[in-house]
């Protein structure tokens, strides 16, 4: 029984953690760096199991075979492929054929909460198409070819990304790139749906990056303030 089967009764969530990437700036894959004694991987698939009926995780190929074995049953291992788009495909076509709802997950976003997700799915269950959480930008911004930005128009966009199963499978029916599926799905005329992301939910990316989230998994008060949803996002 799908764990949101009184919202979703016609089929189950899943949810695909991708962590293909090389970690170039880190001499290794990022997703397998030490988190506070846990590997990054491994706290991010925590909550998506928790949260999902089914999780799986795309890593790259000389990692599959190991991963299986760490993972036991509780996650479907695939091999990622050259780019972003194509390591997402390959996780779609691991996502069992009940699913009327798909996430997609950043490997290298450890500390997304169990309230964001279910703000992701509720409304995906509730009729939107696809689903993107946001954050304000805090930081001034100026164009390069010249002027300000003006700020409060601007979100940066956080997975986990939800989606209707019917409409990620529609986008990913070509070999279009991006560097985030819902672009992918409004370049296809389907309609994106924002809610609160998070703070703390920062990609690991630089070193820094690193840093804070390690900090982060130290002192759970901090952890809890930043989960906080901030208010005026535009739906």
Known sequence: M??????????????????GGAGTRFGQPKQF???DGRRVIDV????????CDGTVLVVPADSVESESRLQGGNTVVVAGGATRSESV?????????????????????????????????????????????????????RSIGGGVVDRDTIRAVQTPQGFRRDVLLQAHSTTAEATDDASLVEATGYEVVMVD????????????????????????????????????VDQ
Not at 93 to 119: I, Q, T, W
Not at 124 to 134: E, S
Not at 221 to 231: C, G, Q, S, V
Request: with cysteine.
């Open 33 to 35: 760096l030490d988190l």
């Open 89 to 141: 495909r390959a996780g779609i076509e691991a996502v069992p054929g009940n699913a009327n709802v798909v996430l997609v997950h950043d490997g290298a976003r450890p500390l997304a909460s169990a309230a964001l997700y279910k703000r992701v799915i509720d409304a995906v269950i509730g009729g939107a198409v696809c689903v993107v959480p946001v954050v304000p930008v805090v930081d001034s911004l």
């Open 197 to 232: 992301g998070e703070s703390s939910n920062r990609k690991i990316t630089e070193p820094v990056d690193l840093i804070v989230a390690r900090a982060l998994c130290k002192d759970d008060a901090i952890l809890r303030t930043a989960n906080e949803p901030r208010e005026g």
């Open 2 to 19: 799908s764990k949101h089967a009184d919202a979703n009764a016609d089929g189950s969530v899943w949810c695909i953690v991708v962590a």
């Open 44 to 51: 991010a698939l925590d909550v998506a199991r928790a949260s």
